[in-house]
């Protein structure tokens, strides 16, 4: 039997407390998804040199690609190359879009400081009833929960949805209520994957529905509230990736512009993934056009990476406001 690890005996930190401090401050949590050690290694580097708390978070998909068992050191890895780096910076392990009982047992028994309940294809009242099961389980070992009302449309690893629905204000304080979570997952027009949106030629993506976001702030004053599929689909990787052989025609995300906004408000997370993955994409790419000899794994990952750095930077700096919050 696999010995119970929590996230304390890493180094972790969980979502409370950064929570509660980007709600006072006007700035969002940055919420990073990876897969593999140069992701992870880009991720911290750069919240370290914006000195900018961090959840790191992984899908049921990446814990499997990962190995639940390197995962756990890696996520330990992560924390002390922050402190060799002379910094405090905290650091949360996420499991993004859990969807079930087991899977959140499982990664809070692994190290996981915060885990995602993501009952949002059922019923409201099942959807209730197993985030409050999460929830029940998580508070007894200090582990934060998200849970999630409304659905996001897109694909993104194992979460696909054909249309979103959007969150219904009036059944955020319920839920809240009767499930004791400690953030909320909303959707008010964001969307998973590289292509959120379906727009003609000059034509902007449509604006974030605000309007619901402000009736759910209303509702739950100071509540940590999150958003999913905040991903820019920046211009830049989608052009490298069709110049060096890729094909994504129409791949678009939500402004810079919108992302701020909401920042500023009760949302106190954001996630961002796809483009992290377009980054890392459009960077292997350029490097093996330009390089067609090469064959070292470190050379064009490395590229990458550092790409990616370069990106989060940017984000913590310009677009959330956690830059020098840690």
Known sequence: MTKRVYYQELGLANTREMFQKAINGGYAIPAYNFNNLEQLQAIVTACVETASPVIVQVSKGA??????????????????????????????????????????????????????????????????????????????????????????????????????????????EDFVSRTGVDSLAISIGTSHGAYKFKVGPGEEPPPLRFDILHAIEQRIPGFPIVLHGSSSVVPEYVELINLYGGKMDGAVGVSEEQLRKAAASSVCKVNIDSDGRLAVTAKVREYLAQNPAEFDPRKYLGAARSELVRLIKHKNEMVLGSAGQA
Not at 75 to 84: D, F, L, N, Q
Not at 103 to 117: D, P, T
């Open 63 to 172: 814990r499997s690609y990962a190995n639940e068992t390197m995962l756990r050191y890696m996520a330990m890895g992560a924390v002390k190359m922050a402190r060799e780096m002379g910094s405090q910076i905290p650091i949360a392990l996420h499991l993004d879009h859990g969807d079930s009982f087991e899977l959140c047992q499982a990664c809070i028994e692994s190290g996981f400081s915060s885990v995602m309940i993501d009952g949002s294809h059922l019923s409201y009242d099942d959807n209730v009833a197993l985030t409050r099961k999460v929830v029940e389980y998580a508070h007894d070992h200090d582990v934060t929960v998200e849970g999630e009302l409304g659905v996001l449309a897109g694909i993104e690893d194992e979460v696909q949805a054909d249309h979103s629905t959007y969150t219904k204000p009036e059944e955020v």
